[in-house]
């Protein structure tokens, strides 16, 4: 079984700043990437940035300059730095990790619950 879990939501005023952490635990064979995404209400989840283990990062576009993610291997935790918040970034943010589950043999994407990023004056 795997777990993927996120902290560190919460409200902020715009120019703002907030750090997410995700960690995925448990039956991990290999682990590909990790990233974040975002939903708001009647939205597709839109991806934030993501990283692998080897250090491939990717941003979408809105979040570049101001977000930093970052990745510590030794215990599958990913983070979100995110400075200069704006209203804009007000969503609902998941954490997944892509990884094959020892036993499985394949492949996939694994969610978390979700944390609430509010930007608001």
């Known amino acids: 079984q795997v777990n993927v879990v996120e902290s560190g939501g919460g409200l902020v005023q715009p120019g703002g700043s907030l750090r997410l952490s995700c960690a995925a635990s448990g039956s991990i064979q290999k682990l590909y990437e990790m990233g974040w995404y975002r939903q708001t209400p009647g939205n597709q989840r839109d991806m934030v940035a993501t990283?692998?283990?080897?250090?491939?990062?990717r941003y979408d576009d809105p979040v570049k300059g101001r977000f930093t993610i970052s990745m510590d291997k030794a215990v599958n935790t990913v983070y979100l730095q995110m400075n200069n918040l704006k209203t804009e970034d007000t969503a609902v943010y998941y954490c997944?990790?892509?990884?094959?589950?020892?036993?499985?043999?394949?492949?996939?994407?694994?969610w978390g619950q979700g944390t609430q990023v509010t930007v608001s004056s």
């Open positions: 990283i692998t283990p080897g250090g491939t990062i």
């Open positions: 997944t990790a892509d990884l094959i589950e020892y036993g499985l043999g394949a492949r996939n994407d694994y």
